[in-house]
Every structure is written in C-alpha cells, then in structure tokens.
C-alpha cells in the first residue's frame, strides 16, 4: 500500500503560480510512473501530468503544456507540480496518483492504483 499526500494548494490570481507536491510514503514508488489529475465541480477527474521512474519522460494534458511542469525526487519519495500562468479554468481539486505500471504515461485513470486525498486549487479571475 502506499499513503500520498499532496500540498501546495490555494488561492491565486489569474496569471499567477503556484507549486504542488507530492509526498509518497514508500521509497518503492521510485520504480513507478506517478501522475496529477484533477478535477473540477461537476465534471469528471482529468490527467493533468504524469512522469516516469527515472523522471526522463513526462507527459501533458494539451490544456496545460507549456505552463505547468511535473517533477520529481525519488531520493524524497516526492512529486511536484509547478504551475504558472494560471486561469480560472484551472480551478480544481488536484490529486497525485501512482501507476504500478513502470513506462506508462497515459492518461487513463483505472491504470493508476493509488490516489491522494487532493488538495484544492482556486484561480480567481
């Protein structure tokens, strides 16, 4: 089993940035792909961003490439996500996730087998 807890959430204005994080409770969670969906209210839970073991291959969500950047630090069981020039459509609550499946970076939620709680994230315009 592996505990995720995120941090970083809040309440920013339009253009503005914030930085999420992700703190896993198992060092073994360094072999597997770890990915940030999000979800906002009453819609269904979207993949934001997902990189691999080794951190040599991410992923993004078309809306959010080129202003938001997934990272990680194995060596702190961590992934971060700094996100910059925010928009009110960025408003949700955004969950860190890890996939047993080592090379994936999809987007399929089923394929990721464990979930934070979520921290909420709210872009005032």
């Known amino acids: 089993q592996v505990q995720l807890v995120e941090s970083g959430g809040g309440l920013v204005q339009a253009g503005g940035s914030l930085r999420l994080s992700c703190a896993a409770s198992?060092?073994?969670?360094?072999?597997?792909?770890m990915a940030w969906f999000r979800q906002a209210p009453g819609k269904e839970r979207e993949f934001v961003a997902a990189?691999?073991?080794?951190?040599?291959?991410?992923s993004y969500a078309d809306s959010v490439k080129g202003r938001f950047t997934i990272s990680r630090d194995n060596a702190k069981n961590m992934v971060s996500l700094q996100m910059n020039c925010l928009e009110a459509e960025d408003t949700a609550v955004y969950y860190c996730?890890?996939?047993?499946?080592?090379?994936?970076?999809?987007?399929?939620?089923?394929?990721?087998?464990?979930w934070g709680q979520g921290t909420q994230v709210t872009v005032s315009s």
């Open positions: 198992r060092r073994a969670i360094s072999i597997y792909t």
């Open positions: 996730a890890v996939s047993q499946r080592t090379f994936y970076l999809g987007s399929d939620p089923t394929s990721y087998n464990f």
């Open positions: 990189i691999t073991s080794s951190g040599g291959r991410t």
